[in-house]
């Protein structure tokens, strides 16, 4: 029995390990960069034993994107829901995702950046989490703010705003670094705080000015 479970033990701890060097990996090298010979190599593992846990690259990939995306939708609904008005909801929600993104920085870069745009599937797969999050938007901050006496936003324009604002520190790190000369670009709880103002500001200037509302 007892071998039977260190068994499985040891095969979930080698299904984290290709995940997690998969994360890494496409980080750095990008999807298509990266071959599944290098990966079983990095994560000590044989090629089998990645094809016998997701049978193919692009199922690995799937995995990566489930996980991350999955953790944020989840932000979004403990924070973004509840009865204070939008403006404190929103802040906690941008201040939340932001930590988030800083712990899977990783996983963040292969969601966004180095997913393979050419593929349908991949697409569809990635635009049917994005629904759920489009969904959620909708229900806290946009429908909200029409109630108080805003033209409705379009959640279509929000949700990519915000996610683009706060994965951007992430993103751009490398260059961002090597501009300011080797030192650590500033992030975390100020870089949440910055992000929040403005998007906060911008949704109070939009009450003015109408701007991606809908008909």
């Known amino acids: 029995m007892s071998k039977k ?9 080698s299904r984290q390990r290709i995940i997690e060097e998969a994360e890494r990996l496409f980080a750095r090298q990008g999807y298509s960069g990266t071959g599944l010979r ?14 016998y846990f997701f049978g193919s690259k692009k199922q690995l990939l799937k995995e990566i994107l489930d996980g991350f995306l999955a953790g944020y939708l ?7 829901q ?3 008005e939008v403006r404190v909801r929103l802040d906690r929600f941008v201040r939340c995702a932001v930590a988030y993104f800083a712990s899977h920085r990783d996983a963040l870069l292969v969601t966004i950046a180095e997913l393979p745009r050419d593929d349908p599937e991949i697409i569809e797969y990635k635009a049917a989490w994005g629904r759920q999050m489009m969904e959620i938007i909708d229900r806290e901050i946009c429908q909200p703010l029409a109630r ?8 279509h324009l929000i949700g990519p705003l915000l996610t683009s604002m706060m994965a951007s520190r992430f993103l751009f790190a490398p260059v961002m670094e090597r501009m300011a000369g080797g030192g650590e670009v500033r992030g975390g709880r100020e870089y949440a705080e910055l992000v929040s103002r403005i998007v906060l500001d911008g949704i109070e200037g939009e009450r003015n000015h109408n701007y991606g509302s809908v008909n």
């Not at 989840?74 to 973004?80: D, Y």
């Not at 108080?148 to 959640?155: A, D």
């Open 5 to 13: 479970v260190n068994g499985k033990e040891k095969g979930r701890l």
């Open 38 to 51: 290098e990966l079983a190599a990095a994560a000590g593992v044989n090629l089998a034993m990645i094809n």
């Open 74 to 80: 989840e932000v979004a609904r403990q924070e973004l």
């Open 82 to 84: 509840g009865d204070e």
């Open 148 to 155: 108080e006496g805003s033209r409705r936003l379009s959640p």
